[in-house]
């Protein structure tokens, strides 16, 4: 069979098969960029470059993202403040 262009599902027996699988492809992005984002931030605002180029480099799904966030984040709330002269905790 003679097909224009490239298709990878050219002449398969279920052409609609892919699009079945649009949701959960959407999903598993959003997963992703979300978790980056988070990893990101926090492995930036604590100042641990291995682990920022790591996440940044790295693509697994959220895996690693997860990993860092749930072992390896910094816990403590003192990260400097973004103002200077602004206190990133709350004040009573």
Do not use: C, D
């Not at 262009?5 to 492809?25: C, E, H, K, T, V």
């Not at 990993?67 to 602004?86: C, D, E, H, M, N």
């Amino acid at each position: 069979m003679y097909t224009h262009g490239f298709s990878p599902f050219a002449g398969s027996l279920a052409p609609g098969l892919a699009f079945a699988f649009l949701p959960l492809i959407i999903v598993v992005a959003l997963w992703t960029i979300v978790l980056k984002g988070f990893a990101l931030w926090f492995s930036a605002r604590a100042g641990q470059r291995n682990w920022f180029i790591a996440l940044l480099v790295l693509n697994t799904l959220g895996i690693l993202e997860l990993i860092y966030l749930i072992l390896f984040r910094q816990k403590s709330a003192s990260f400097p403040s973004a103002t200077p002269g602004v206190s990133s905790t709350p004040q009573e």
